[in-house]
């Protein structure tokens, strides 16, 4: 696809923003706290087609479609520039998004889905880029958690209260018949640093992600591994409709872009795939990034996540699953029941032709 210009009269309601890299935005002394330390925008007074984007978590290669559309020019081709954020945890992302704090977050469609059927707050869903669960659980290999059932009475580790993975892990509870109350949650980093934890007989098992998984079994580390499909939407793309609606093109370019390089990534072998990942570590400090050889199977493992619906679906919402996904986390008592449209394919419609 051709990339199209975003008209720089256009305006935009949020702040004013390029790409940054973490290094950059460190310096820049805007930290990776919440709403207070980020400068306050004043929404719709600055033209021009630029989005801050947050992730939920520390940088890893699960934002690699992200990370690939900067410095491929991807972004820059498609008319729209991005200032990227590092958040902690899918609930600040959706709450800063509410707040018209930044313009686009992405967070897990299980704590999206529980935030939108509880609030009368605007933010929707307007992409998914990991289809399926970005989580497993990691525990001893000589001690496997490797069902639901063997969470009860179990110290689980997750890396923030309330956000995706809490949500995933209730979800799972519930459809174990297992008492929420019986596990105890401790916050812990996705690093493998954290199975120290386990091996201290502090955690019994905690969520991380596949990077986090891909580095520790590049250590060999004697780790046992449990999938979790939860049937839910994994990450999602969320902006508030009223910009969504006022402004749509850069969120149209932003889309454009992300489905353009994650499609880049998918096609790539190894050879491309590995000079891919040395432009992204040249800007971005990425954990992992220093071997690349672990960097490559990780994002590897990533890549199928964000085609399980086929490449020519990539960031798109998939119905059946969004409405399976709801009526499994209704069921379980996870979400509120709720009329409320869930999420919107108006602006990946539009970023499609």
Known sequence: MQGREVSES??????????????T?????????GASLLAAPVFGQQPGAELTYMTPSTLSLAYAPEFYADVAGIYERN????????GRGGAQAIQLVAGNQIHIGRAGGDAYMAARAA????????????QTSPFLLVSAAKAPLRRAEDLEGKVIGLPSFGGTAEVSLNLMLAKARVAPASVRREKVAYSPATFGLIEAGRLHGFFANTSAVARMQAERMPIHVMDIDDDVPGNVYVAREENLNRTPAPYIAFTRSVMQAAR?????????????????????????LDKLDVALQDVKATRPLWTTHGVDKVVRNDERQWE???????????????SRNMYTNDIWNKAAK
């Open 324 to 338: 399976e996904g709801r009526r499994l986390l209704e069921s379980a008592g996870v979400i509120k029941a709720s």
């Open 119 to 130: 609030a009368n707050s605007d933010v929707i869903a307007f992409g998914t880029i990991a």
């Open 25 to 33: 935005f460190m310096q820049a002394g805007l930290g990776m706290a």
């Open 79 to 86: 008319g729209v520039r991005v200032r990227l954020e590092v």
């Open 264 to 288: 880049e990534l998918v096609a790539m072998d190894d050879k491309a795939l590995t000079e891919a990942l040395v432009r992204i570590r040249a800007k971005y400090d990425v954990p992992g």
């Open 10 to 23: 256009y305006p935009l309601t949020g702040p004013k923003g390029i790409i940054v890299d973490r290094r």
